[in-house]
């Protein structure tokens, strides 16, 4: 009997469910455009506008649809509930923030990066929506790849280029593991859906349990490595360090961003954290990455190396509070938002400090470099990277505080009081390195260097307009998160 | 009964030091000594009409004392401080001796600091003090007379580093404040105990306390009358320099004249006999106290006296006979009669007075010279210091009829009556004593040849100076009257006035000598007295070097027996080193190395980990999968 | 007179410092607004004491001004005034407006360093009013980022070093504090986080090593940090030192008054049965002792000026944790006192000394002698707050340190026997510097540097003199003052000993 | 258990000489000389495993791994290899990071494996009804187009930016770069 | 054909871990970054004879498809990674991994 095309049971569209997936109708529809863009050798300016217009508007759609739709379900590969919708949009601002200062290599017109850029997007919107693990594993794939080019833009210089061959080696040797951890789902259970899983896991018992450990540790690890907690983050700091400052930024923070959710959307789905040693494992993860995070970033001398091991530190804080199922999800997404958006202006603001200084593009900054700044950049993005930072240590009256409150809550409330001190000492290590960070750019007397014209004025206008946007943003990001999460929490009922 | 005037006798003073201290500060000693020295007088004028008002006032013994209320200085809990001004029989006799020798000393300074280049400062210092004093004495409530005692050891500090361009000046200064604070604790304890068990603070009441019988059985526990008794005794040692604490004060005579004369000789001083005469009812509730007052008083006198004798400057001379005179006192107290101690206390202000300004006038005409073996023979150069001089020392030797003699004998009565004959002789040492070195200092300044070219040139000072001098000569000679023995007539105007201070509150005095013991004692006294000073006058015309204390003895005194060394090697110097080790370990190693310690460590620690990151990317492959499994392991045997 | 005022005693320092911001170009004019923006202060303080003495609530803490501004986070926005931060706010208006004063014309003191002064003031007097623990935190941690500034930027040589471990102490203490909030957020039947209804919170358990106990203990540690109580006090000296004059005189004017505060408001009134526990008493009185014993030891080491006062004002704060922990109306409004006492006296003695290092700029004591010569007017002054931080009687500081140790003596008469010596060594160290500065020869550095006071350095230091002798004399004034709220605070904790 | 057909039954010789051989041929991968013969051994064993699949039934998946994997990726390989005429590269260092290495992966591995052979039944056959045609081509075409529809569509952009990335690395090549060894 | 007393599955999975450990111990181990990725090629076959076997084993597509997915993503890496050597090679002279090291610390 003949199969028609689509079996309407399993892959049936309703009339109004172009809504749900208008917005990644809508980064089809980019991807295609920057294409055709790139291989017209469109200038930066033309990318950088086209994949900023589509990517803000996929951001909108995305927060539109979250408080029109419901759930939307596309068999077991796609789930977009009002949690998924948040982390997409979220993932698309942050993208639309940092393709608006990506400057293609100066020997040759390269254009490719707006394509790539969107495609990491939609591998990163598609992964917490991921049901059963083909579908999540292709959705890592489709991130990783044009992440691994994308950190490869500069390709003319050996920084670059080191740290993309780094990153797709690293990638590469991890994404085995984790295939062999679905497999081993896939032998334990026979099948691939998140549901079928966790019934399989809860009928596991005996030697079959040790196999359902080694598969989760094997696939957490994988992902660890992804958001680099601590064992696994040593491309991290390469990554940060070579990668062009734009990618670096949006990948410290989306991929994070979208990853962690996906973690807790996947894990809690297949009832992993009941298995006897996930959460210890998971804790253990997040407790190294707190301290000796803290610590290696203590001693770094060049800002964006200090950013990477903030990063593993606030991955570590994440890690800390993950194993408590899925009503972590509106706090951690919240806390990995402000994160994104204070390391965004970081970068911003170091990659301002470039021009103005007249280093070449992909060099990156000692931190007491900062000081001949003073003379040379108006106060005002000393004051916003002061901000930035500040928020990262969770300075009170700054965003970053309220979410790291919110996330240290949960461990108050489920009592874990030695993950909590862990945290707090965390955070005094954290103010250690923030602000000594800070120290060059406002404690030293100024140094009045010679004041070199930078050729690339304009885009400094851009980055400005970024900082600007962000600053603004993540302020009434922080503040109005907190009382938008009330709503969101009724509907994550489902 | 309300009188609204004592303010006045206090806002005088703090007035005139405002003026001078704040507004005026001009140059010349004319001037400010004017406008100070009307301050004390205005003082003196107001403190005359309340101790006529309070004379008049012959009401039952508990209401006779004027009450001037200002304001509650401060009122919390079990603590209430009204700032009260009070006139009683014995601080009226104390107010006119403070305003009487105030204004005589601000006068006679008027000339002593006629060249002196900021001298408005030294008058508003010493309005300050005057001021200070008044609130001691005025106080009603103990916490108010400490205000006045802090205040009073305060321009002490200040008028001794008045000359504050040599160290050693403003070294002594904090020696006698830093002296005078550990004497303020004592009397801080006393206040603590007085609000907390005894509920108030006020001295009237205080001294009701001793017979209410209700509160007697309410069960006030016995230490905490010791204590009170005995933090009041600690700080009256170290106001009015008895042994432990009394190496202040020589040292206060680095200060000028008229300071040494008006606060370490008539007021300050005596405030701690005065203060315990005012509580004494409470002070005699612990008879042990009143012992130690007696041979801390017998110990000092005895040092003091011993100092004295082979001193050659002729300001350290009478340092050393105040203080001795101060054990006096203390022995008078001691032996159960402050009204004998008070006695003295009226007479030595008026003869300590006398002496010191004539020691001053001395030392001004020798151009500031004070050293004893450069004068002589100034008895025809300087006729009217020379004779109130000697009008000073018989006073204080205690020749017949003159104060000395009625107030000294009375505490040799006093003390035969409670210690019988062996305090009696010991006292007595100490009078011959005190008769040895006062004629040796005399004969040494006045008689013999003049010894430097200083002394061939001293000249009389002018009448500003020696015209106090002969008010205070008069008065050391027949001040003496107020209080005659019973064989001389039944005159005993002090005893009254102390016993009704204390709102009616009676303490039986120890029984009466007879006749013949009085008459006994004073032959005895004056007659020995008298044959020592013809001797001591006698040798010292001849030899100026006479030691009267045999060898190893003289070479002890000379040196003061090196207490203040003692007190350098045993107390200071160990406190100060102890502290500053302390410190040091607590501040610099521990807790300031632990804070830059562990940052340090977490530094290294980086470093250290640092050195996994080789950067090729086979290393990190391979711990991801070395850490992977290692935690898979942990986990799993740790699961088991 | 309605509640707006008393919100804008906060808001109206931090609109201003947003002012001074766009204040950029010159300094005069910045130094000048700053003056007259003292002026609406001084009227919002005026309204404030005017709503104060009209309310009649007799409760604990009464609620002035209350809007909600994290209903997530169970926290409105609520300040309370009453007898305990009115004093305070005041000494805070009082000492920013001398400061302001002493600001005019120094050419170092740019806008900005006016604008992070503002905003430390409304961060301070922020927590002073705040009556929501998660308020009371955020202005708790927002005045630390304006003072690792001004000591950052403006201090002297090794100011990095003090600002970065000013920072890391308070912040250790503070997150103690934030660990105890987390708990009490956390708690099942707290309705808001508001000081009343924590006062309420019944379940916490009682007793030694109960959560309330740790609860007691976190804000503790962030109070003692800040005090600072003598273990914790090592950043002190460096951060009065590094800082410049103005900072080091709102430090000890203001931030260090706000853990004797803080202790007052959210230990002992908040958790009385855990503060009268003999462990926790007794211990706390262990620390007073030491802090004034080793702080006055400390003062007695230093050579370097500053270095003394700072930690003369350790040996005070000593005394007033002895006040609040002597469980006694009159060690607590002696404490009370003392607070308004030191902040005017060693606020003096810095601005002084502070007026002088403008024109030496060595804090070496073997540098000075003699300006008794060079200038008699300012070394009468300087003698006059010497003698008032050592507590001589006719200046506030005898009676803070009077009622303090009559408190005491009524419940642990040893701790006040030892505590007196403190006045004594005290007396030893402050003379030693008015010894070492005012009297002997004129140093070679006085000579060479005349010390000559504009207009407007009298200006600022004149009225804290004045405010002490007034202090002095009329002390009643501002006891009662304080006599409704600490009535009630100790009501409760004699209730806890009698249990 | 369930009482589907048991549809692994012993396994025969075929497939017992041709998983050793594959093993062999891995290890050549690893050990040889130069890199053109750990090329060819690739190759190999692709085409080994592809006869496993074979044998296994799953013929769809045989003849993807021979066309595509054997045939395209390890060509591939071989073709770059000749291209960038490496020197023979040297014999793995085993050094002590090796050593440790291959000491932890194979413990790790074997202790899964024993874990597997030694406990009987771990892996009870899957619940649907055995249809020896779940792994025809069929089958695995109906299951793309309906369980894994968006991924397979997501794979198309993989695949694009893959492409696309090529080609941007490509064009930095050939133009001359002011890049030398050793960039300061 | 002649059976052996080894089950099928059990026999098929020892294969398969063996290919994936030899796999992992030549990726860490061979200096040339190109060795690297043929070893990285092995690690994923063994992942595939994995699959194919349990897919044959619960008679499930799933496996199969996943199969199909894993050689797909393979091929992308592969040419990606091959043209990042290619570069590195003509660029900076050799493909040993270890001799990029520049970015550390």
């Not at chain 1, 803290?294 to 530190?313: D, E, I, P």
């Not at chain 3, 169970?74 to 004063?101: E, R, T």
Request: aromatic content about 14%; glycine content about 8%; proline content about 4%.
């Amino acid at each position: 009997m003949p199969i028609d095309f689509f079996d309407s049971s399993i892959f049936y569209l309703g009339p109004d469910d172009w809504k749900n997936l208008s917005p990644f109708i809508l980064l089809f529809a980019g991807i295609a455009v920057l294409v055709v863009a790139a291989s017209m050798r469109a200038k930066d300016l033309v990318l950088r506008t086209l994949s900023f217009s589509f990517l803000s508007g996929a951001a909108v759609l995305f927060f539109a649809s979250l408080l029109s739709q419901g759930r939307f379900f596309l068999g077991s590969s796609m789930e977009l509930g009002p949690m998924e919708r948040i982390v997409a949009g979220g993932i698309c601002l942050i993208a639309a923030l940092s393709s608006l200062y990506v400057r293609g290599p100066d020997y040759a017109r390269h254009s490719e990066w707006g394509a790539l850029l969107l495609i990491c997007v939609l591998g990163m919107c598609l992964l917490p929506t991921a049901r059963n693990w083909v579908a999540f594993f292709v959705y890592l794939e489709v991130l990783s790849i044009p992440a691994y080019l994308l950190s490869a833009l500069y390709s003319n210089r050996e920084k670059s280029l080191e740290a993309s061959m780094k990153y797709l080696m690293m990638g590469a040797f991890v994404s085995c593991f984790f295939l062999l951890g679905i497999s081993l789902f896939f032998a334990v259970s026979g099948s691939f859906k998140f549901e079928a899983i966790s019934v399989a896991m809860t009928a596991a018992a005996g030697p079959q349990q040790f196999l359902c450990f080694t598969a989760v540790a094997l696939v957490f690890s994988s992902l660890a490595f992804k958001v680099s907690l601590f064992p696994f983050h040593f491309w991290a700091a390469d990554v940060y360090q070579g990668a062009p400052a734009p990618i670096a930024s949006f990948l410290a923070g989306a991929t994070k961003l979208s990853v962690f959710s996906s973690i807790v959307l996947a894990f809690s789905e297949c009832g992993l954290w009941d298995i006897p040693g996930v959460s210890l494992y998971v804790k253990l993860l997040g407790v190294l990455s707190v301290v000796l995070g803290a610590v290696m970033a203590l001693t770094q001398s060049r800002l964006r190396r200090m950013l990477a091991y903030s990063g593993v530190v606030n991955a570590g804080f994440v890690a800390l509070v993950l194993p408590n199922g899925l009503s972590v999800l509106p706090s951690v997404i919240g806390f990995l938002l402000v994160y994104a958006l204070s390391v965004l202006i970081c970068f911003a603001v170091h990659e301002i400090a470039l021009l103005r200084l007249g280093r070449s593009m992909d060099d990156d900054l000692e931190i007491n470099s900062f000081v001949e700044l003073k003379s040379k950049l108006s106060p005002f993005y000393l004051v916003l990277l002061g901000f930035a930072l500040l928020s990262l240590a969770g300075i009170p009256p700054l965003p970053g505080f309220f979410t790291k409150y919110v996330l240290l809550s949960v461990l108050a409330k489920n009592s874990a009081f030695l993950l909590l001190a862990v945290a707090l000492i965390g955070t005094f290590l954290g103010l250690g390195f923030y602000l000594r960070s800070l120290v060059p750019m406002a404690l030293y007397p100024a140094i009045d260097s010679k004041k070199t014209n930078s050729e690339t004025s304009s885009s400094g206008a851009s980055l400005t307009a970024i900082a600007a946007t962000v600053f603004s943003l993540l302020v009434l990001f922080g503040f109005t998160y907190l009382q938008g999460l009330i709503s969101s929490a009724e509907l994550m009922a489902r | 009964m309300i009188f609204e005037g004592l303010r006045w006798i206090l806002l005088a003073p703090l007035l005139g030091a405002v003026l001078n201290g704040v507004i005026l500060q001009n140059k010349s000693a004319k001037i400010s000594g004017l406008v100070a020295t009307l301050a004390s007088l205005v003082a003196f004028g107001f403190s005359v009409v309340a101790c006529s008002q309070l004379s008049g006032l012959n009401s039952a013994p508990e209401q006779n004392f004027l009450i001037d209320p200002l304001f509650t200085w401060m009122s919390s809990g079990h603590v209430y401080v009204p700032f009260n001004l009070e006139l009683t029989s014995i601080t009226s006799v104390m107010l006119l001796v403070i305003t009487g020798i105030g204004s005589l000393i601000h006068i006679y300074s008027i000339s002593y600091l006629s060249e002196e280049e900021s001298p408005w400062r030294f008058f508003s210092y010493l309005n300050l003090f005057l001021a200070a004093m008044l609130v001691l004495v005025l106080a009603s409530n103990l916490a108010v007379v400490f205000l006045g005692w802090e205040g009073v050891g305060l321009c002490s500090y200040l008028l001794i580093g008045y000359w504050y361009k040599k160290p050693e000046n403003t070294a002594a200064g904090m020696k006698a404040f830093i002296t005078n604070r550990v004497g303020d604790i004592g009397f801080l304890i006393a206040l603590f105990v007085a609000f907390s068990f005894f509920q108030t603070g006020d001295i009237s009441r205080l001294a009701e306390r001793v017979n209410d019988y209700a509160f007697l059985s309410s069960g006030v526990p016995t230490w905490a009358w010791y204590t009170f008794a005995g933090s009041l005794l600690w700080a009256a040692t170290a106001k009015s320099a008895q042994i432990p604490l009394y190496i202040w004060l020589p040292d206060a005579m680095a200060g000028p004249t008229p300071v040494s004369a008006l606060i370490h000789a008539a007021t300050m001083v005596t405030s701690g006999i005065f203060l315990i005469c005012r509580v004494w009812p409470l002070f005699a509730m612990s008879p042990v106290i009143v012992d130690a007052a007696f041979w801390i008083g017998m110990s000092t006198a005895w040092l003091a006296a011993l100092i004295a004798v082979s001193q050659t400057d002729v300001k350290k001379v009478l340092a050393y006979s105040t203080v001795s005179q101060l054990g006096f006192m203390f022995v008078a107290l001691g032996a159960g009669s402050p009204a004998a101690a008070f006695f003295h206390v009226i007479t030595h202000a008026c003869f300590k007075a006398l002496l010191f300004l004539a020691a001053g006038s001395v030392i001004h005409g020798m151009h500031h010279k004070q050293e004893m073996s450069l004068m002589g023979g100034l008895k025809d150069k300087m006729k009217i210091t020379h004779v109130c001089f000697l009008i000073g020392t018989l006073a204080i030797i205690g020749f017949p009829l003159t104060a000395g003699f009625f107030s000294k004998d009375m505490i040799l009565a006093k003390v035969f009556a409670a210690q019988g004959v062996f305090g009696y002789i010991l006292l007595l040492g100490a009078a011959l004593l005190t008769a040895a070195y006062m004629f040796r200092a005399y004969t040494l300044c006045f008689w013999g040849g003049a010894r430097s070219e200083y002394a061939q040139k001293a000249h009389e000072s002018d009448p500003l100076m020696y015209m106090p001098l002969v008010v205070l000569a008069f008065l050391s000679l027949f001040i003496g009257w107020l209080e005659l023995p019973e064989v001389f007539g039944h005159f005993t105007k002090i005893t009254d006035w102390v016993h009704s201070s204390w709102y009616g509150v009676g303490v039986g005095e120890q029984a009466h000598l007879s006749h013949l013991a009085e008459w006994l004692l004073m032959l005895i006294t004056s007659v020995l007295s008298l044959t020592v000073a013809y001797y001591s006058f006698k040798i010292y015309q001849r030899n100026p070097e006479f030691k009267i204390l045999p060898e190893p003895l003289h070479k002890w005194s000379t040196n003061k027996f090196y207490v203040d060394e003692a007190f350098e090697l045993l107390l200071i110097k160990p406190s100060m080193k102890a502290g500053r080790f302390i410190n040091r370990i607590s501040d610099e190693t521990t807790f300031n190395g632990l804070a830059n310690g562990s940052f340090r460590f977490t530094r290294l620690s980086g470093r250290l980990l640092a050195l996994f990151h080789t950067g090729s990317v086979q290393t990190y492959a391979w711990h991801f999968v070395f850490w992977s499994s290692l935690i898979v392991g942990a986990i799993f045997l740790w699961t088991l | 007179m309605d509640p707006i005022n008393t919100a804008m005693l906060i808001f109206w320092p931090a609109i201003f410092a947003f002012l001074l911001f766009t204040f950029r170009k010159n300094k005069k004019a910045a130094q000048w607004a700053n003056m007259v923006f003292h002026l609406p202060w001084f009227w919002f303080l005026y309204q404030s004491c005017l709503l104060w003495r009209s309310s009649t609530a007799d409760g604990m803490f009464p609620i002035v001004f209350n809007s909600d501004f994290f209903p997530l986070l169970k926290s409105n926005f609520a300040l309370g005034l009453d007898g305990l931060n009115l004093p305070l706010i005041g000494l805070n208006v009082f000492l920013s407006f001398c400061l302001s004063l002493y600001a005019l014309g120094k050419e170092k003191l740019s806008s900005s360093y006016l604008a992070l002064f503002a905003l430390l003031n409304a961060a301070s007097v922020g927590s002073l009013m705040a009556a929501d623990a998660f308020v009371f935190y955020i202005f708790w941690e927002a005045m630390l980022i304006p003072m690792f500034f001004l000591i950052g930027i403006w201090g002297s040589k090794n100011r990095v070093y003090a600002a970065l471990k000013f920072f890391a102490f308070t912040m250790l203490g503070s997150l103690a504090m934030l660990a105890a909030i987390l708990y009490l957020w956390v708690q099942p039947d707290i309705q808001s986080m508001g000081w009343h209804s924590i006062a309420q919170l019944g379940l916490l358990g009682d007793g030694l090593w109960s959560p309330r106990f740790w609860v007691f203990c976190g804000f503790l540690i962030a109070f003692l940090v800040k005090i600072p109580a003598w273990p914790l006090h090592v950043w002190l000296p460096d951060a009065h030192t590094e800082a410049p004059t103005g900072a080091s005189v709102i430090l000890a004017g203001v931030l260090l008054k706000l853990g004797v505060y803080g202790i007052a408001r959210w230990c002992l009134a908040l958790f009385p049965s855990i503060a009268v526990l003999d462990v926790v008493s007794f211990t706390m009185k262990v620390l007073a002792l030491a802090g004034i014993i080793l702080g006055s030891y400390g003062a007695l080491r230093q050579t370097d000026i500053k270095r003394t006062i700072a930690y003369s004002s350790v040996a005070h704060l000593g005394f007033m944790l002895l006040g609040l922990f002597s469980f006694q109306l009159a060690g607590f409004q002696g404490a009370m006192f003392q607070n308004i006492a030191h902040g005017l006296s060693t606020g003096a003695l810095f601005l002084i000394f502070g007026i002088i290092y403008d024109r030496t700029h060595t804090r070496e004591l073997s540098d000075y002698g003699g300006l008794g010569i060079v200038n008699p007017r300012l070394s009468m002054l300087f003698v006059l707050s010497v003698m008032a931080s050592i507590g001589l009687p006719g200046l506030p500081g005898f009676i803070g340190e009077f009622l303090i140790l009559n408190g005491t003596f009524v419940l642990s008469p040893w701790f006040a026997f030892f505590a007196c010596f403190g006045i004594l060594l005290g007396a030893v160290y402050m003379l030693r510097i008015v010894r070492g500065m005012i009297y002997g020869e004129t140093s070679s550095v006085l000579k060479s540097h005349p010390i000559k006071l504009s207009f407007s350095e009298w200006g600022s230091i004149i009225p804290m003199i004045i405010a002490m002798i007034v202090l002095g004399f009329w002390g009643q004034g501002l006891i009662a003052v304080t006599a409704r709220a600490s009535a009630t605070i100790i009501y409760n904790l004699q209730g806890e000993i009698l249990r | 258990m369930s009482e589907g057909i048991v549809v692994m039954g012993q396994v025969n010789l075929f497939q017992v000489v041709v998983g050793i051989l594959a093993l062999a041929a891995a290890i050549g991968v690893v050990h040889s000389k130069s890199a053109v013969s750990s090329a060819l051994s690739l190759m190999a064993t692709l085409f080994l495993t592809a006869f496993l699949y074979f044998a296994k039934g799953a013929y769809f998946a045989g003849v993807v791994q021979v066309l595509i994997y054997a045939g395209a990726i390890a060509v591939l390989f071989v073709f770059i290899v000749m291209l960038l005429d490496l020197k023979p590269s040297r014999v793995a260092i085993p050094g002590q990071k090796g050593v440790a290495l291959l000491a932890f992966a194979a413990t790790a591995m074997f202790v899964v494996v024993v874990a597997l052979l030694a406990v009987p039944g771990l892996f009870e056959p899957g619940l649907q009804e055995s249809n020896l045609t779940a792994l025809s081509a069929k089958a695995i075409s109906y299951n793309f187009v309906s369980t894994y529809m968006l991924p397979f569509q997501a794979t198309g952009f993989l695949i694009l930016a893959a492409i696309v990335g090529v080609i941007m690395l490509a064009k930095s090549v050939r133009s001359p770069s002011n890049e030398s060894r050793g960039e300061p | 054909m002649i059976s052996l007393p080894v089950g099928e599955l059990e026999f098929h999975v020892f294969v398969s871990i063996a290919l994936f450990a030899i796999g992992a111990y030549g990726f860490l181990c061979k200096r040339s970054g190109l060795i690297a990725l043929m070893c990285l090629e092995l690690m994923l076959n063994g992942v595939n004879l994995f699959l194919m076997t349990f897919s044959k084993h619960h008679s499930s597509p799933d496996g199969a498809s996943l199969f199909l997915f894993i050689v797909l993503v393979a091929a992308a890496e592969a040419a990606i990674a091959l043209s990042i050597f290619v570069i590195l090679s003509r660029r900076f002279g050799s493909v040993v991994l270890d001799d990029y090291r520049r970015l550390k610390g």
